[in-house]
């Protein structure tokens, strides 16, 4: 257990509707990062923030996607109109970020999610 | 573009033998490069990182070389034991702080008991 928690682990949804995903970080990360894994490739960026600001955006993150993270701690990621192109493992990672130095990312065991 | 890739998707290795997993990376403006190690139903776990000007970094029983002049990138795990069965990712990153992370495709890793 890496400290980070991911809710819920595993979301079986219908195509058209909307989902929403939780993460909760490492209580003082500050940076926060969502990334989305298909079966058997490695896991693609998506997202990050630092503390409430959203830092940058992949283009992999359609209109369709909203990632938030109000006060910055725990974060949201909704996914609008699922397409089963959508399916996929949803991970979060976070990171404390100081000056100088490397911020290893710890993960969350990720939300499954399938679209049918 | 940018792109960091395995030679291998899967290796087998006899418990109690040395492993190496090897990457191919085409971006050379990374400053980092970095091993995760991902079991099934789990998030990528850090294993190891280096800066790009270094050759050479050990860890507990892993060591990372990295040959920037042919683009290449190993994990060597000593002794490899059972609980060492999983897919490894190569990764890269720029900057001192870990922006964002791009991931090869994985190497799974069977130990033979």
Redesign the interface.
């Known amino acids: 257990d890496t400290g980070v928690s991911q809710d819920p682990r595993h979301k079986i949804t219908k195509r058209g509707q909307n989902v929403t995903f939780r993460c909760d970080p490492i209580s003082e990360h500050n940076r926060l990062y969502w990334y989305r894994q298909t079966l058997g490739q490695g896991p693609e960026f998506l997202t990050y923030f630092q503390n409430e600001a959203q830092l940058e955006k992949s283009r992999l993150l359609s209109d369709r996607f909203s990632a938030e993270r109000p006060k910055g701690s725990f974060s949201t990621l909704e996914i609008q109109r699922t397409e089963q192109g959508d399916s996929a493992m949803y991970l979060c990672a976070s990171s404390l970020a100081l000056a100088g130095g490397t911020y290893e990312q710890y993960f969350g065991p990720g939300t499954r999610l399938t679209v049918t | 573009g940018e792109s960091v890739g395995l030679h291998l998707p899967t290796l087998s290795v006899q418990e109690g033998d040395n492993s190496i997993i090897n990457c191919a990376y085409s971006n050379s403006a990374s400053d980092?490069f970095i091993w995760y190690k991902q079991e099934s139903?789990?998030?990528?776990?850090?294993i190891i990182?280096i800066r790009s000007n270094m050759d050479k970094r050990q860890g507990q029983r892993v060591t990372v070389l990295l040959n920037k002049t042919v683009k290449h990138l190993s994990l060597q795990i000593a002794a490899t034991q059972p609980g060492d069965s999983a897919v490894y990712?190569c990764?890269e990153t720029r900057g001192?702080?870990?922006?964002?992370?791009?991931?090869?495709?994985?190497t799974s890793l069977s130990v033979i008991p």
């Open positions: 980092y139903g789990k998030g990528p776990q850090f990182d990712f990764a001192t702080s870990y922006d964002k992370v791009i991931f090869g495709p994985g």
